[in-house]
């Protein structure tokens, strides 16, 4: 085999070997998007349940802070007059 018939299948091998290494990484990086995709999917989903309680935890605050601030703002009214 002549020097150059050699350095031609060595191309082409090295050709074969960047071609299924860039497979390789491509199907890799596939993969863990995938994942990452997945595990951002279930943090979202547990943020949005954490909230969902917190809001519901919070409903009978909230009406009991409202109705402490509307008593709060009512004109007391004038004690009766005592006849003597």
């Known amino acids: 085999m002549s020097l150059r018939s050699e ?3 060595l ?5 074969e070997v960047i071609q299924l290494n860039s497979d ?3 199907l ?3 993969e863990f998007t995938a994942e990452v995709t997945k595990i951002g999917s279930i943090y979202a989903d547990v943020a949005n349940q ?3 309680v917190a809001k519901e935890s919070a409903k009978p605050l909230a009406e ?3 109705a402490a601030k509307a008593a709060s703002q009512r004109k007391p009214e004038p004690a009766p007059e005592s006849s003597n």
């Not at 191309?11 to 050709?15: C, G, I, N, T």
């Open 28 to 30: 890799t990086f596939d």
């Open 24 to 26: 390789f990484a491509k």
């Open 7 to 9: 350095r031609s299948s």
């Open 11 to 15: 191309a082409r091998k090295l050709d």
């Open 50 to 52: 954490t909230l969902r």
């Open 64 to 66: 009991a802070a409202s």
